[in-house]
C-alpha cells in the first residue's frame, strides 16, 4: 500500500509540472490584445495579389468580314491598316478631295497606303465624297466609320469653331442614318478635352436619331501603320517647303471613340430605369430641337436631292468653309481649307 501511495503521488507530482509548463490557454474567443500579441509573433506571410483583367486590350469595333464605311480618310492610313493589319476584305473608303492629285498636294505620301488599301481586290476608293451630303445610291453598311471629323479653316474663335462643327456633325450623322443597315453601328472618334468636349456629340447624336451605346479609348498602336492626318494636310517647313519631320503628332493624344445606333436598338435587358430617365431627357429638350432643324441641311435637300456618286478621275474641287481652323493646326503653312476633316 504504501508502495502504491508512492507511485501515485510521484504521478501527481509529474502531472502537475507538466501543467505549469504549458501557457495557459483562455476559455472563448481571443481578445484584441491576445490578437494583436499572436500576430505581431507570427512572421509576415506574402499577400496575395489579386489580378484584376487588363485594361489596356483595344477595342476594335468591327470584324474583318463587315462592310465598312469609312468617312474622310484624309492620307488612308487608316484605311491601309484595316486592309493590311486587319484583312477587312468589303471597305468602302472616301476622301473629300476631288482628285488624286489635289489628295497627293496634301499627303504626299498617300499612294503608298491606296496601294496597301486596295491589296484587298474588293476593297474601294471614292474621292469627293462630304459626309454632310452622302448620298450613295441605295448602298447600306453595318459600320459607318468616321474618324477625327473637324471642319479645318483659320478662326481661333472657339465659339465659332463649335458650332461649325456641330453642324457638320449633325448633318453627318443626319445622312448616315439613310445608309445605316438595321442594327448597323456608326462610330465616331474625337480627342478628349476641350474644345472637343464643347460639341456635345451625345446630344447631336441624338436630335439626329441616335443614341450612345458605348464608347471607349481609341488606341492608335491597334491600326499598324496608321498616324493623324491634318484637315489641311502635312506640315512644311517655312523655309525649305518639305514635309516637317516634327510636327504634332495627333494619334499620341488621348482619344475616345462613341459607338451609336438608332433609338431603340441599343436597349439592354434591365434598362428600364434608364430609358425611363432617357425619355424624360428627351422630353426636356424637346424645345431644343428647333436649334438642330436647319443643321447639315443644303438648299438641294430641301427640294430634291443629288445623287453623290464617288469619283475615281480628276474633278472640279468641292466646296471649302471660309474661316475656320482646325485645333493644333496654329502652325500650319498650309493655306488650302476644307469643309471636312481627315482621320
Known amino acids: 500500500m504504501a508502495r502504491k501511495r508512492g507511485r501515485l503521488q510521484e504521478a501527481l507530482k509529474s502531472a502537475i509540472s507538466q501543467q505549469k509548463q504549458k501557457p495557459s ?21 506574402p499577400r496575395k495579389k489579386h489580378h484584376q483583367p487588363s485594361q489596356s486590350a483595344p477595342i476594335i469595333p468591327f470584324s474583318p468580314t463587315d462592310s465598312i464605311l469609312l468617312l474622310g480618310e484624309a492620307d488612308l492610313s487608316f484605311s491601309a491598316a484595316l486592309s493590311q493589319h486587319h484583312k477587312c476584305t ?14 497627293k498636294e496634301k499627303y504626299p505620301h498617300v499612294e503608298s497606303n491606296i496601294s496597301l488599301l486596295q491589296s484587298q481586290p474588293s476593297n474601294k476608293l471614292l474621292y469627293n465624297i462630304d459626309a454632310t451630303k452622302l448620298s450613295l445610291k441605295s448602298q447600306t453598311f453595318p459600320r459607318i466609320i468616321f474618324n477625327f471629323p473637324h471642319i479645318g479653316g483659320k478662326s481661333k474663335d472657339v465659339n465659332r469653331q463649335v458650332r461649325a462643327n456641330q453642324e457638320m456633325l449633325v448633318g453627318f450623322f443626319r ?13 465616331v472618334t474625337l480627342f478628349e478635352g476641350e474644345p472637343y468636349t464643347l460639341w456635345n456629340i451625345r446630344d ?4 439626329a436619331g441616335l443614341e450612345v451605346e458605348r464608347s471607349f479609348k481609341f488606341q492608335a ?6 498616324s493623324h492626318a491634318r484637315t489641311l494636310g502635312v506640315v512644311r517647313s517655312k523655309k525649305t517647303g518639305e514635309v ?21 436598338e441599343g436597349e439592354r435587358p434591365g ?21 438642330f432643324e436647319g443643321w447639315g441641311e443644303s438648299d438641294e435637300e430641301n427640294g430634291q436631292e443629288e445623287e453623290q456618286e ?13 474661316e475656320e481652323k482646325e485645333d493644333g493646326d496654329e502652325g500650319s503653312e498650309d493655306e488650302a481649307l476644307s469643309k471636312e476633316t481627315k482621320g
Not at 90 to 103: C, R, W
Not at 175 to 187: D, F, T, V
Not at 245 to 264: H, I, L, M, N, T
Not at 310 to 322: H, L, M, N
Open 244 to 264: 516637317s519631320e516634327v510636327a504634332w503628332k495627333g494619334e499620341k493624344r488621348e482619344s475616345r471613340s462613341y459607338v451609336f445606333v438608332r433609338k431603340g
Open 175 to 187: 445622312r448616315s442614318l439613310l445608309h445605316l443597315a438595321p442594327r448597323g453601328k456608326i462610330i
Open 271 to 291: 434598362q428600364g430605369k434608364k430609358r425611363k430617365q432617357d425619355e424624360a431627357e428627351e422630353e426636356e429638350s424637346n424645345e431644343e430641337e428647333e436649334e
Open 221 to 226: 498602336s491597334a491600326y499598324p501603320g496608321y
Open 310 to 322: 464617288g469619283t475615281t478621275e480628276d474633278g472640279e474641287e468641292g466646296p471649302i468653309s471660309d
Open 90 to 103: 468589303n471597305l468602302t473608303s472616301t476622301v473629300f478631295e476631288p482628285s488624286l492629285g489635289q489628295l
Open 204 to 207: 447631336l447624336a441624338r436630335h
Open 25 to 45: 490557454q483562455p476559455h472563448g474567443p481571443p481578445s484584441k490584445r491576445q490578437k494583436t500579441s499572436q500576430s505581431q509573433s507570427q512572421p509576415n506571410k
